[in-house]
């Protein structure tokens, strides 16, 4: 969980869970479309996941992301300091929102 200090009063401090799969609104049978109540046999699936493998101009991406958080003192492989990261720059942009 990444914590976000808040100016809420109490010092209260929310939470977001990372990669949450818990849904906030069940979805009502009417909504669900044709078919909802049916159930679907699974397949037993014992290849590879098919991925499309990156572009060059992905991996470039991807590398410059890394070094601009690395810049900012970031450990990608640290919950807290990726935490830290993030709590960072809340603060700047609540401070400097133009940028």
Request: avoid cysteine; aromatic fraction near 4%.
């Amino acid at each position: 969980m990444v914590a976000f200090a808040g100016s809420h009063p109490g010092g209260y401090v929310g939470r977001m869970g990372l990669f949450s799969r818990k849904r906030k609104d069940p979805v009502s049978s009417a909504s669900a479309g044709p078919g909802a109540g049916e159930t679907m046999p699974l397949e037993v699936f014992e290849g590879r996941p098919l991925a499309a493998a990156l572009t060059d101009v992905e991996r470039d991406r991807i590398t410059a992301g890394l070094q601009r958080v690395e810049e900012q003192g970031v450990d990608v492989d640290d919950l807290e300091s990726i935490g830290a990261g993030l709590d960072a720059a809340r603060r700047r942009s609540l401070t400097n929102p133009a940028d």
